[in-house]
């Protein structure tokens, strides 16, 4: 008999043992308890060593190193393939690349600045609180929102400006946020956030890019609309729709993000003239466009690790 069976016939003893506390009188029985917790926790502990060591018997060693065998064929290769988000990723890059905008890269850790001071957040504002938002041991913020990066894209591109062009960027990244997951909510995500600054920026031409972008990403005319919002760093703030795309059978809107003209308060931030120059901004979740291009009814596929799943692409 094995140790790891000696084990559990002993831990089988003892919970057979513990019918005699009906047979103890009342001031005895407390005592008797507690001893017999103690050592079932022990021989618990005890199992679960034995357990692990056995699987790592069970497991055979390969050298990596070593050279293949003479005459021996060598082993088919799976390959794999892109996470699709990674995929539609690449899409949204290469369909806003090529109406000539600029890419930045997200963070993973931030700070709170670029998380709320520079975008205009008040100093009470629900979203720091840490029921929303997560924070580090150090004080770090994984960003909520591809908004994290506005502040630094301002600057990175404000030079643009001052030679009379434009300062025309997207930031696709991970976002982090401390939400209940459901079929339609995830705490880790994608978004892509896009900023425009110029002498003569409007709302007319963000809902241009908009269209311009949906119906690049779906290959497809498509309409859209929007409904007020509300964003510290935009005035005035909108949420977008966009139609349904064929592949979702059309009829009905679908609301897709965020935007709005950038606050003037975070132009100057920047060190960006709001009396000279205008700017919008907008964000939305990648998950989502994968999610309707591909027909999933659940979001936390994406995260879910599941290789049946991601096979399928």
Not at 38 to 59: C, G, N, P
Not at 73 to 93: A, N
Not at 147 to 173: F, N, W
Request: proline share 6%.
């Amino acid at each position: 008999m094995s140790n790891l069976e000696k084990l559990r016939a002993e831990l089988k003893q003892l919970n057979s043992e513990y019918t005699k506390i009906k047979t103890l009188p009342p001031e005895e029985r407390g005592e008797f308890g507690r001893m017999m917790n103690q050592k079932k926790q022990k021989l618990l502990s005890e199992i679960e060593r034995a357990e692990a060591d056995a699987e790592s018997v069970a497991v055979e060693p390969l050298d990596i190193s070593a050279p293949a065998a003479p005459n021996q064929p060598l082993p088919v290769i799976q390959r794999g393939t892109k996470h699709p988000l990674m995929v539609e990723l690449d899409r949204v890059i290469e369909v806003y690349s090529a109406m000539g905008f600029d890419v930045m890269e997200s963070r993973q850790l931030d700070d709170e600045f670029h998380m709320f001071d520079s975008l205009n957040f008040p100093a009470g504002h629900p979203a720091r609180d840490g029921y929303d938002t997560f924070r580090t041991s150090e004080g770090f913020i994984p960003p909520a929102h591809t908004s994290t990066m506005q502040h630094r894209a301002l600057r990175k591109y404000k030079s643009k400006l001052e030679q009379g062009g434009q300062i025309a960027v997207v930031i696709p990244g991970r976002v982090f946020r401390n939400e209940d997951a459901d079929a339609t909510h995830e705490h880790t995500f994608y978004q892509c956030e896009g900023v425009f600054v110029s002498k003569d920026a409007t709302m007319g031409q963000l809902f241009g890019i908009l269209r311009q972008f949906f119906e690049g990403y779906y290959g497809q005319k498509l309409e859209l609309k929007t409904q007020p919002g509300y964003f510290p760093f935009t005035e005035p703030s909108a949420e977008f729709l966009i139609e349904k795309p064929a592949c979702l059978g059309g009829k009905g809107y679908l609301e897709m993000g965020g935007c709005g003209m950038i606050h003037p308060n975070v132009l100057k931030m920047a060190d960006i003239d709001p009396e000279k120059y205008h700017g919008f901004a907008w964000g939305g979740g990648i998950d989502r466009l994968a999610m309707l291009k591909y027909g999933l009814s659940d979001v936390r596929y994406f995260e879910s690790g599941k290789l049946d799943f991601l096979e399928e692409f």
